[in-house]
């Protein structure tokens, strides 16, 4: 389309009104673009694994132009977590057994890149609602409202801080932060409880087993409620619940039903989310690990 000199002065002068500048309208584009990125599904793990290094130093220096850009930020964090979880932690624990330097160097190499993940979170969602940490300190009366488009973000400031919580028990400060990270996920899911077709659920199940005197019932309770909201379709929540109640609990025989279970989900035409696709692979490895776990 061309625009002619009358036309182009008009636009020059809304953007001047507007206090915009046509590099800030090419990072908003740019933002725009790589969070619609950062959903898209890739159904070859390695392929994501190889391209995920370029897509998330991009996409991160686009957001330090453009903190505000809350769909950037959570895909952002999204993806870092995603990485560190599927690429890094979860490699440390497939080499553990023949290196255990290296997968104590893995293993601080995914805490990094989880609290790299939830501070991008967090930071939008401090820009969003000023005072956020402090108000999940204290009573859930002063928490604020997130809406609609910041239950995401706030889903992956959680998890994120959830997993670098994880891989810190030598570190008291981090550890610490474990209700503050398990009431961030409370608020998200007080705004959508379905999100994520039962991954949020999940989450705050996760914590509940996690926490220091926390209830095995209503942790057993959301992880029934996460793959109700799954419509039994999602492999990540059935591995969850294996983890976090059968084999606490020494049931191997429920801890390998839930991950058969997990494997034997059918697969339909359209191709497997990363998470999915990772959890199957774990579900996988878990089998096989069941007899020096029980």
């Given at each position: 389309?061309?625009?002619?000199?009358?036309?182009?002065?008009?636009?020059?002068?809304?953007?001047?009104?507007?206090?915009?500048?046509?590099?800030?309208?090419?990072?908003?584009?740019?933002?725009?673009?790589?969070?619609?990125?950062?959903?898209?599904?890739?159904?070859?793990?390695?392929?994501?694994?190889?391209?995920?290094?370029?897509?998330?130093?991009?996409?991160?220096?686009?957001?330090?132009?453009?903190?505000?850009?809350?769909?950037?930020?959570?895909?952002?964090?999204?993806?870092?977590?995603?990485?560190?979880?599927?690429?890094?932690?979860?490699?440390?624990?497939?080499?553990?057994?023949?290196?255990?330097?290296?997968?104590?160097?893995?293993?601080?190499?995914?805490?990094?890149?989880?609290?790299?993940?939830?501070?991008?979170?967090?930071?939008?969602?401090?820009?969003?609602?000023?005072?956020?940490?402090?108000?999940?300190?204290?009573?859930?009366?002063?928490?604020?409202?997130?809406?609609?488009?910041?239950?995401?973000?706030?889903?992956?400031?959680?998890?994120?801080?959830?997993?670098?919580?994880?891989?810190?028990?030598?570190?008291?400060?981090?550890?610490?932060?474990?209700?503050?990270?398990?009431?961030?996920?409370?608020?998200?899911?007080?705004?959508?409880?379905?999100?994520?077709?039962?991954?949020?659920t999940g989450l705050l199940a996760t914590f509940e087993g996690a926490r220091p005197g926390g209830s095995r019932a209503q942790a057993l309770a959301w992880f029934d409620q996460a793959i109700a909201q799954s419509g039994g379709?999602?492999?990540?929540?059935?591995?969850?619940?294996?983890?976090?109640?059968?084999?606490?609990?020494?049931?191997?025989?429920?801890?390998?039903?839930?991950?058969?279970?997990?494997?034997?989900?059918?697969?339909?035409?359209?191709?497997?989310?990363?998470?999915?696709?990772?959890?199957?692979?774990?579900?996988?490895?878990?089998?096989?690990?069941?007899?020096?776990?029980?």
């Amino acid at each position: 389309m061309k625009v002619g000199l009358g036309g182009a002065a008009c636009v020059l002068g809304m953007m001047a009104l507007a206090g915009c500048s046509p590099r800030q309208m090419v990072m908003e584009r740019l933002a725009d673009g790589l969070a619609a990125q950062g959903q898209s599904t890739e159904e070859d793990l390695e392929l994501a694994r190889e391209a995920s290094a370029f897509y998330l130093k991009l996409s991160e220096s686009v957001l330090g132009e453009q903190p505000g850009h809350l769909a950037l930020a959570e895909s952002v964090a999204a993806g870092f977590t995603q990485y560190a979880y599927a690429f890094v932690a979860f490699e440390a624990e497939r080499v553990e057994e023949r290196n255990l330097a290296e997968a104590e160097r893995l293993r601080q190499r995914a805490a990094r890149l989880y609290r790299r993940a939830r501070n991008h979170a967090m930071g939008a969602l401090e820009q969003a609602h000023p005072g956020l940490l402090r108000a999940l300190a204290g009573p859930p009366e002063g928490w604020p409202a997130l809406g609609q488009s910041e239950v995401g973000l706030a889903y992956w400031a959680a998890a994120a801080w959830g997993g670098w919580i994880s891989l810190s028990k030598d570190n008291p400060e981090v550890v610490a932060d474990l209700p503050l990270a398990a009431r961030l996920a409370r608020l998200a899911w007080q705004s959508d409880p379905a999100w994520g077709r039962g991954s949020l659920t999940g989450l705050l199940a996760t914590f509940e087993g996690a926490r220091p005197g926390g209830s095995r019932a209503q942790a057993l309770a959301w992880f029934d409620q996460a793959i109700a909201q799954s419509g039994g379709r999602s492999p990540g929540a059935l591995v969850a619940k294996a983890e976090g109640v059968a084999l606490p609990a020494g049931d191997r025989d429920a801890f390998e039903g839930l991950l058969n279970q997990a494997l034997s989900l059918p697969v339909t035409d359209a191709p497997l989310s990363l998470q999915d696709q990772v959890m199957r692979r774990r579900a996988a490895w878990l089998l096989e690990k069941s007899a020096d776990l029980f």
